[in-house]
């Protein structure tokens, strides 16, 4: 079968098509023939620069995280996928035994895969994968789609889900133009929440204003706190969503914060410490959560919220074998929401 291989870290030149022999559905496990791929910043890119802390390859490497394709093959053990089925992967692979596994905090998992990263990936025809991360999709969504939401979408219902959204309160999403913000913004309005986005890019602003969110705002605008404070009468959000978490956004995103509010960090990108304002944290009760990824039950709420008609912004697609471009697209920061490989 054919596949994108990487033989050493480096920049999107290091990418070489090859013929490599096909997978075998292991106990437990289904075999994907894949249709569309995900292009991620950190699961991607940065494992392919050696930038991913949890990057430990063995190459020949086969990157590809989260996909969406047609089962064709199931293992011994396997009850609850069967071929022909239209289905999305996670690429987050829990053991199922440790402590947070056990708790229903699989996000916490001690000794988790993440496929594409531990395990070869999907820039391939076919992938083995576990069942326990496959998910059928609904028939009417396209596999670009599926792709596009497979792993942001159940992060973002996790996310929700710990810092306990209800309806009708108030949410911010920094970044919202991002791949994983605008899944994080979409769920949040279908969940039922009034949405604030924000973006730094007057162009990503207007493609936000067009999708409909309650407010779209840019942080670094000087009366940036002011807006949130008129938009929630003086109230704050109940959570806030930054996945980014750089040093001259953060105190920003705490301030907009109100009484008894979650901020909530699903990234942390930019990998630098960022100043804390402990004295709001506690005269205002608020609460600080990191979420890594998505529980497995998490899986299950979100595709059946997306059963309700829930899409993402699919940008660009880039035939597998312009593999190299497509990284160079999102590395150059040129897309609104997801970038997806392509395989027929």
Avoid at 40 to 56: C, H, Q
Avoid at 258 to 271: C, I, M, Y
Wanted: aromatic share 6%; hydrophobic share 45%.
């Amino acid at each position: 079968m054919k596949a994108a291989l990487i033989h050493e870290f480096g920049s999107a030149d290091v990418f070489k098509i090859a013929d490599v022999p096909e997978p075998k559905a292991a106990p437990g496990e289904v075999l994907v023939r894949v249709r569309a791929v995900r292009v991620g910043g950190l699961l991607d890119i940065g494992t392919r620069a050696g930038r991913n802390p949890f990057a430990r390859l063995t190459f020949p490497h086969i990157l590809g995280a989260d996909f969406a394709g047609d089962l064709v093959e199931v293992g011994d053990g396997v009850t609850r996928v069967k071929p022909g089925d239209r289905v999305a992967v996670s690429p987050f692979v829990a053991c199922g035994q440790c402590p947070a596994c056990q708790a229903g905090r699989d996000y916490g998992c001690s000794s988790a895969q993440l496929i594409g990263v531990h395990r070869q990936g999907s820039y391939a025809e076919l992938t083995a994968v576990p069942e326990k991360v496959v998910r059928t999709i609904p028939p009417s969504l396209p596999y670009e789609q599926a792709a596009a939401l497979a792993l942001s979408g159940p992060v973002a219902f996790t996310q929700f889900s710990v810092a306990g959204l209800k309806s009708g309160d108030w949410v911010l999403v920094t970044a919202a133009a991002s791949g994983l913000g605008l899944v994080t913004a979409l769920v949040a309005k279908a969940l039922g929440a009034r949405v604030i986005a924000t973006s730094r890019k007057d162009w990503k602003r207007d493609m936000l204003q067009a999708r409909g969110f309650d407010a779209v705002l840019d942080t670094e605008d000087e009366a940036f706190g002011n807006q949130v404070g008129e938009l929630t009468q003086g109230q704050g959000v109940t959570i806030a969503v930054d996945n980014t978490s750089s040093a001259t956004m953060f105190p920003k995103v705490q301030g907009a914060l109100g009484r008894l509010g979650v901020l909530v960090s699903s990234g942390a990108q930019v990998a630098e410490p960022v100043p804390l304002d402990l004295r709001s944290l506690y005269l205002k009760s608020q609460s600080i959560l990191g979420i890594r990824t998505h529980t497995l039950a998490a899986l299950d709420g979100f595709w059946r919220l997306a059963e309700n008609g829930l899409e993402t912004l699919v940008d660009r697609t880039f035939p597998l074998d312009e593999v190299a471009d497509a990284h160079r697209y999102v590395e150059a920061e040129m897309n609104f929401g997801r970038v997806v490989l392509t395989i027929d």
